[in-house]
């Protein structure tokens, strides 16, 4: 049989073991709140970076078709300035002048395939 003492001993060894117990499941419960949290704190910015590389990856082709376009600019700009036979070409073209015994042949888009976009 057990004595007194003993079953004294036994019933405080079952409380400490239930408050371990509670303690340790309090203490998991705060950790995974803690986690939560910092998830939460930190989806709006990981949004704002996903929204930004879309901008940044629009802005870069925006850029892209602006050089292209420079680039056009700049040659017929050096056409313009150095090819006299360009600027006559040009120029009766958009005049809708011709020389003598020069046939024109013009292919006109259909009206609902525009070409510059």
Do not use: C, S
């Amino acid at each position: 049989m057990r004595t007194p003492h003993a079953r004294a001993q036994l019933r405080q060894r079952r409380e400490t073991d239930f408050w371990r117990a509670v303690n340790r499941f309090l203490v998991l419960l705060i950790g995974i709140g803690l986690a939560v949290a910092i998830v939460l704190a930190f989806v709006p910015e990981m949004r704002r970076v996903d929204e930004m590389r879309t901008d940044l990856a629009d802005l870069q082709k925006q850029l892209a078709d602006q050089q292209l376009l420079l680039r056009k600019q700049q040659r017929q700009e050096k056409w313009l300035t150095t090819d006299p036979g360009y600027v006559e070409t040009l120029a009766r073209d958009r005049l809708g002048l011709m020389k003598d015994g020069e046939t024109i042949y013009r292919l006109d888009e259909k009206p609902g395939n525009p070409t510059d976009e």
